[in-house]
Nanobody
Framework: QVHLVESGGGLLQTGGSLRLSCAAS????????MGWFRQAPGKEREFVAA????????HYSDSVKGRFTISRDNVKKMLYLQMNSLIPEDTAVYYC???????????????????WGQGTQVTVSS
């Protein structure tokens, strides 16, 4: 099992940058596929980015590709999401998630992730 805690959210203006962090504790971090998801008010939770275990690959939603970068530090058991060129549409609660069992075709599916953090709020004003 793994326990996840997000941090780094905040309020900022359009065009700003922010780095979210997700601290993991418990099991060996490197064996987990890690993902970032977000949920805006009145909308369903959606995939943002993922980092497959053992450094296999990274994946992004079309809406954040080129602006966001997911990274991980397996020694520190940390997952990061660097967000640049933020826009109001990025406003949401951001969650990190972990899965030790998902396959490549499931990387964007929230149902494939067994462990979730509590979320951190990101608000981008126009």
């Amino acid at each position: 099992q793994v326990h996840l805690v997000e941090s780094g959210g905040g309020l900022l203006q359009t065009g700003g940058s922010l780095r979210l962090s997700c601290a993991a504790s418990g099991d060996t971090f490197n064996k987990y596929n890690m993902g970032w998801f977000r949920q805006a008010p009145g909308k369903e939770r959606e995939f943002v980015a993922a980092s497959r275990r053992y450094g296999a690959s990274t994946h992004y939603s079309d809406s954040v590709k080129g602006r966001f970068t997911i990274s991980r530090d397996n020694v520190k058991k940390m997952l990061y999401l660097q967000m640049n060129s933020l826009i109001p549409e990025d406003t949401a609660v951001y969650y990190c998630a972990a899965s030790s069992t998902l396959i490549l075709s499931e990387v964007r599916s929230q149902n494939a992730y067994a462990y979730w953090g509590q979320g951190t709020q990101v608000t981008v004003s126009s």
